[in-house]
């Protein structure tokens, strides 16, 4: 066999570099929605946190939105802290006990599956599971504020020790044995006590950290004797608490963190407090035999209103698609909670931008304005949540259906635009009879096929009537 020419050689060369680049161009085209940059923030044996970063990308305006969740063990505690972000909450297992502060009070919510839950930036938070031998389990939307120039959201420890590290260790020891008007070694007993880690577990039995058993026996308290037990509580944290001290550590710690001076049996009760809201038990917005969709905004949930973000919960059936369309007011992130399917998006010129399979646990988003549709995969159904950049109604423009702009603007300009007759693309806009939540491919196939059949069989009929006529 003769040598290959050597010109022939390199355009071969070429060529196969040139077909590797495209199909790894390819592949990452495919999942450019995607957000794969999956980060473990929190990891103790008690539970840990996940977050799917935003990153800008090419979209210079993309909203600077993370993705979180968070898994805690029964029993388990997320200690006292506050993000730069705002948070939403959606319990997708479990049950939970959130406090909070609002307008310097301490504010407790039993959340179970399907509560949504807003956290405001800066607002001091804890929260614990309290199912009982059952996993919690939280998706949120974190929200970054932009007064701070960090790569992502920053959470700021109020409970902790060595590890995490209390904001408060960060002061002078005698700045806050001042402000605390206690001792520098009390200063330093309870800042350096907790080990393990952001989430602890409660039970004395995994844990033996002082920490641990304060915790316990203060979330294990009404609300009421929260407060007159936190003098008792101080004694984990002091072995040398003098009975003529009247305002020891603990209680004094609390009360300069909440910002908060709470007096005998006085709790003042503030008129409109932070509530939740449950997404199972609302009512769908859209439903039909091929599935169903859900939606939280402001009007439903006013909370949302301050954080600008709402909220939606689509169930689709094996191989049901929700139809093209597009939000003109919103980014969109999805979470894939059950099953898997397709999600298709189109760039603003015509072309395919992704067509990706998703599975559970999946995380994707679609930028505002860009045409999507997601398509069940054909062995079982295909639920995913998510949160849109807009606590304003959103009202998705359909852009196929029964209720689609093809049916609004079904006229001769629209069929000329087309380059149809108006009458062709009538026929074509009605044939889809459904809106909203389409049926499979295979289910509209048969569909036609019995529309064509009866079709057929009418003009017989037809024709045979006249026929008859003719004879008689």
């Known amino acids: 066999m003769g040598r290959i020419p050597s010109a022939l050689l390199v355009l071969v060369v070429v060529a196969m570099c040139c077909a590797v680049a495209m199909a790894n161009g390819e592949g990452e085209r ?20 996940k977050v799917a970063r935003s990153s800008k ?28 972000s705002d948070l939403i909450l959606f319990v997708r297992r479990g049950e939970a006990r959130v406090g909070s502060i609002y307008r310097d009070e301490l504010i407790e919510r039993r959340l179970k599956n399907g509560d949504v839950y807003r956290i405001p930036a800066g607002s001091i938070f804890y929260l614990v599971n309290t199912a009982d031998g059952q996993r919690l389990q939280i998706i949120c939307s974190i929200e970054k504020s932009d007064s701070i120039g960090w790569g992502t959201f920053q959470s700021f420890f109020i409970g902790g020790g060595s590890y995490p590290t209390s904001i408060l260790a960060g002061f002078e020891r005698s700045t806050i044995s001042t402000a605390l008007n206690v001792s520098e070694s009390q200063v330093r007993q309870i800042l350096t006590t907790q080990t393990s880690g952001p989430i602890i577990s409660l039970s004395n039995s995994h844990s033996d950290s002082q920490q641990s058993r304060v915790w316990t026996q203060f979330l294990e308290m009404r609300h009421r004797e929260r407060v007159q037990c936190l003098k008792r509580m101080a004694t984990h944290f002091e072995e040398e608490v003098t009975e003529e001290e009247e305002e020891p550590i603990m209680r004094k710690l609390l009360n300069s963190v909440f910002g908060k001076e709470v007096t005998g049996n006085h709790v003042r009760r503030s008129s409109k407090k932070p509530h939740s809201y449950n997404l199972f038990n609302r009512k769908p917005d859209f ?54 399917g397709r ?35 054909q062995n079982g159904p295909f639920e995913f949540f998510g949160f849109t950049t807009s606590a304003r109604r959103n009202r998705p423009q359909f852009l196929v259906g029964s209720n689609s702009v093809l049916q609004s ?64």
Not at 66 to 78: D, K, Q, Y
Not at 330 to 335: D, Q, V
Not at 351 to 371: C, K, S
Not at 423 to 452: D, F, H, T, Y
């Open 30 to 49: 495919e999942r450019m929605f995607l957000l794969q940059d999956m980060k473990r923030v929190v990891k103790t044996d008690a539970g840990e946190m």
């Open 57 to 84: 990308g090419w979209i210079s305006d993309r909203p600077n939105i993370h993705v979180g969740f968070v898994t805690m063990e029964p029993n388990s505690l997320f200690i006292p802290q506050y993000l730069d």
């Open 287 to 340: 439903e039909n035999d091929y599935g169903s969709s859900v939606t939280l905004d402001q009007s439903d949930y006013s909370p949302l209103k301050r954080s600008g973000v709402g909220l939606y919960l689509v169930n689709l059936k094996a191989g049901s698609m929700m139809a093209p369309h597009l939000n003109p007011t919103a980014t969109e992130y999805g979470i894939v909670l059950r099953g898997s």
């Open 343 to 377: 999600i298709q998006i189109v760039f603003p010129n015509g072309t395919l931008a992704m067509n990706a399979q998703v599975n559970e646990g999946d995380v994707f988003w679609i930028p505002r304005y860009f045409p999507f549709c997601q398509i069940a995969s």
């Open 409 to 472: 603007m079904r006229g001769p300009a629209f069929a000329a635009a087309f380059g149809v007759s108006e009458e062709r693309l009538k026929r074509i806009v009605n044939a889809q009879s459904e809106s909203i939540i389409l049926p499979s491919g295979s289910a509209s196939e048969e569909k036609v096929k019995n529309e064509m059949v009866s079709e057929a069989i009418g003009s017989f009929s037809d024709e045979m009537a006249m026929g008859f006529e003719g004879i008689f």
